[in-house]
Every structure is written in structure tokens, then in C-alpha cells.
């Protein structure tokens, strides 16, 4: 486990190195169609490694068979959930990204990603009906990291809910980036399915596990 952590810290760190300018595409707060070179998004786009460690260590630690990402960007958060589950299916809207993601992936061999291209109000409902055909057992991790606006994430909520495992957990990234997204978050620890919702501030994270006491509380990281 620790050689792949220092391999995907490898590919942080050339990512970083990596001045090619592409044309984003823009899905949440920001400007259409701006340009960034990759080393910017490496710098601030993505997980630390100190979280996307810990979510990688969330996975093994639950023996996790399938994971779901909403967000997938070079995919290193990608790589570690990668590295402790069975499968996983990442979701990204930006092909230019999608591409680097899948290049990253290649080099450090991983096998068990499948990426889904396009905006998450499409590519999920496809996704979901791929699921109900094929009978998917639900995924025991959720990790949504996109689209950082409080009605979206409601509504991704919404959506994904029925594909967590009954003692699957839910990960909301950036419950604190504005407080349009900490009122979202506000809204979520309200419904009486969870049965834990925990402010890890990093993240805000749920779950309906019916073998916990219901309890809302705050960690920091
Ligand atoms: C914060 S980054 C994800 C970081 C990644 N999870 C990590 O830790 O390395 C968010 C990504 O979501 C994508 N995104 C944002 N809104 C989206 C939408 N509505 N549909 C599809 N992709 C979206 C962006 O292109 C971006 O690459």
C-alpha cells in the first residue's frame, strides 16, 4: 500500500511540473471555457494527499467493493480509492481532464476505474439506469467532489441515496466553501434517513449505518 501512495505522489508531483496549457470546462462557479496550465490544477484542484490518503484508507478499511466519485479531475483521489476497493466508477465532465485522469491511471497500473464522461446531470441518470439492468449491489463509498453548488449537491444526494449500501458512506466535499454549500449541508444532516452525519470541516460525511446511534457531531481533520 505504501509503494502505491508514493507512486501516485510520483505522478503529483510530475503533474505539478506539467506547464501544458487546456481549455476547461467550467461546470460550477468560475468562467467558461478558461484556459489552466496542468500544474495549476494539480496545485489546487485536487485532494491533499493527507485526505485523499485518508479516503484511500477509508476504503480498505471498509473493504470496499465498489466506490463512486462525482469528480474524478487527474484522478490521483481517484487512484488511492483505486487502491483500497474493487471498482470504482469516477464521473468527469472536462475531456481534456478525463484524458490526463486515464493517462495517470495507465502509468500507475490501475485496471479496476471506469470513467464516465459528460455533466453529472447527464452521465447519472444514464449510470443509474446501467445499474438497475445489471442488478449493482450499491456502492459502500460515495465521494462527491464536483459541482460545488448547494442546490446540485441536494439533488446529487437525492439521486445517489438509494445506491448506498445500508452501511455504505456518503462523503461531501467542501461543506464549507460558501455558505450556499453549508446550508446545503445544513439540509442534508436533517433528513432522518442517516443515522450519523459527521463535520470532518474538510468534509461533511453520511451515513444511514442502522448498527450506529443516531448522533451529528464535528472532527477536524
Ligand atoms: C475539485 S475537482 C475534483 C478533485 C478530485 N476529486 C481529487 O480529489 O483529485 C472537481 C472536478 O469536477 C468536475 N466537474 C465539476 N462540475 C461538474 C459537472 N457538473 N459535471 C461533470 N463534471 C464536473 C470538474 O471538471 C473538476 O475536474
Not at 138 to 153: K, M, Q, R, V, Y
Request: glycine share 8%; with cysteine.
Amino acid at each position: 500500500m505504501a509503494a502505491e501512495n508514493a507512486m501516485i505522489e510520483g505522478r503529483r508531483k510530475h503533474l505539478k511540473k506539467d506547464t501544458t496549457s487546456i481549455q476547461r470546462v467550467d461546470f460550477g462557479a468560475g468562467s467558461q471555457g478558461a484556459s489552466q496550465t496542468v500544474s495549476d490544477i494539480a496545485r489546487r484542484s485536487l485532494k491533499r494527499t493527507k485526505h485523499a490518503a485518508a479516503l484511500g484508507n477509508l476504503a480498505q478499511s471498509m473493504q470496499a467493493e465498489h466506490i463512486l466519485e462525482l469528480g474524478t479531475s487527474l484522478g490521483l483521489t481517484t487512484a488511492y480509492l483505486a487502491t483500497g476497493a474493487h471498482a470504482v466508477t469516477t464521473c468527469e465532465g472536462d475531456p481534456a481532464i478525463a484524458k490526463l485522469a486515464r493517462e495517470q491511471w495507465n502509468t500507475l497500473g490501475l485496471t479496476n476505474i471506469a470513467i464516465s464522461e459528460g455533466p453529472f446531470a447527464e452521465t447519472i441518470p444514464v449510470l443509474i439506469e446501467e445499474w438497475r439492468a445489471k442488478n449493482h449491489p450499491g456502492f459502500d463509498l460515495i465521494f462527491i467532489d464536483g459541482h460545488h453548488i448547494g442546490s446540485a449537491l441536494i439533488a446529487y444526494v437525492k439521486e445517489l441515496k438509494p445506491w448506498l449500501r445500508p452501511r455504505g458512506v456518503l462523503v461531501c466535499d467542501d461543506i464549507h466553501w460558501s455558505s450556499d454549500m453549508e446550508q446545503a449541508w445544513g439540509q442534508l444532516i436533517e433528513d432522518a434517513h442517516w443515522t450519523q452525519a459527521v463535520d470532518f470541516y474538510e468534509w461533511g460525511m453520511l451515513t444511514a449505518n442502522p448498527d450506529l446511534t443516531k448522533e451529528i457531531r464535528s472532527i477536524r481533520l
